[in-house]
């Protein structure tokens, strides 16, 4: 048996897609690739795993990451982002990962550079989430949350609360400065973002 990786990548899809008039945001093409597929690729670059969160396009989905897509589980869908790196985080855990590497669907200009950097932070405070930070601004959906999480995860959500940002700042997040370029952390959310 191989040993498990360490970190695997959670690529987040599982959004109604409200702002692109309810198409499913990671299967929009953007500069000849579906979305998902760009960000997939950047994270196969840093950890060979992809878990895909994803709650529609499954068939599509499962061609991208064969036998890697997670759907939410009923209690948890529509609960957005959190709920799909909560039902990643469980899997990476049943997987024997020690955390996940997520980054959502929408920008597909995150580079490996990027996610490589947010995983060498992680490993000088493995017990502590990691988010990127660009220009002053954190990303708290780009960055590595530790599988130790679960339970404080489940808790946020329990209570009502979705507010990604304000999860990461109550369990310690570090925030690490990104240089990338502008298009790295660019949402693409509506179907004016595609067209520059």
Known sequence: ????????????????????????????????????LWVLQALRAVTPTVFIS??????EYEKLSPGHVLQDPAG????????????????????????VLVCPCDTPGITPETLRLLT??????????????HNG????LHGVYPVSLVA????????????????AGSVGAVAVDCPEREEGFR???NLTDLES
């Open 1 to 36: 048996m191989t040993q498990p990786d360490r970190i695997i990548g959670l690529l987040l899809a599982g959004g109604k897609g409200t702002r692109m008039g309810g198409q499913d945001k990671g299967m929009v093409p953007w500069c000849g690739e579906t979305m998902a």
């Open 54 to 59: 994803a709650n529609r396009s499954l068939a």
């Open 137 to 140: 601004r954190q990303h708290p």
């Open 152 to 167: 404080a995860l489940d808790q946020w959500l329990v209570s009502g609360n979705r507010r990604v940002m304000g999860f």
């Open 76 to 99: 948890l869908r529509g609960q957005g982002p959190l709920a799909g790196l909560l039902t990643g985080l469980r899997a990476a855990a049943a997987y024997g990962a020690e955390a």
């Open 120 to 133: 060498l932070a992680w490993q000088a405070h493995p017990d502590r989430p990691v988010i990127a930070e």
């Open 187 to 189: 949402n693409r959310n």
